[in-house]
């Protein structure tokens, strides 16, 4: 098993930038493909940007393409999403996810390990 750990969401202005972080620990994050997922009040999870076990492959919604990055550190066993030019309609919770399985998995029912969420708002 591996478990996860969000951190860096906070209170932010439209516009601004923001790094998201998540730790993971237990079994070698190497072994995991990692997504990020959010879900603002009201709403579905929804899928956000994923990588793949080594790094070399990353997937993003129509969304945030352009705006935000997903990158990790497996020697650091962290997941990383940079998050550029905010807007009031990322506001959410953002959870961090794992899944053993390879392919471009943005379905939330590919991720069977969860972080616990951080809040991300974003004011205009």
């Known amino acids: 098993q591996v478990q996860l750990v969000e951190s860096g969401g906070r209170l932010v202005q439209a516009g601004d930038s923001l790094r998201l972080s998540c730790a993971a620990s237990g079994r070698t994050a190497s072994n995991y493909a990692m997504g990020w997922f959010r879900q603002a009040p009201g709403k579905e999870r929804e899928f956000v940007a994923r990588?793949?076990?080594?790094?070399?492959?990353?997937n993003y919604d129509d969304s945030v393409k352009g705006r935000f990055t997903i990158s990790r550190d497996n020697a650091k066993n962290t997941v990383y999403l940079q998050m550029n030019s905010l807007k009031p309609e990322d506001t959410a919770v953002y959870y961090c996810?794992?899944?053993?399985?390879?392919?471009?998995?943005?379905?939330?029912?590919?991720?069977?390990?969860w972080g616990q969420g951080t809040q991300v708002t974003v004011s205009s």
């Open positions: 996810a794992a899944t053993p399985l390879g392919g471009t998995q943005t379905n939330r029912a590919s991720y069977g390990y």
């Open positions: 990588i793949s076990k080594i790094g070399g492959a990353t």
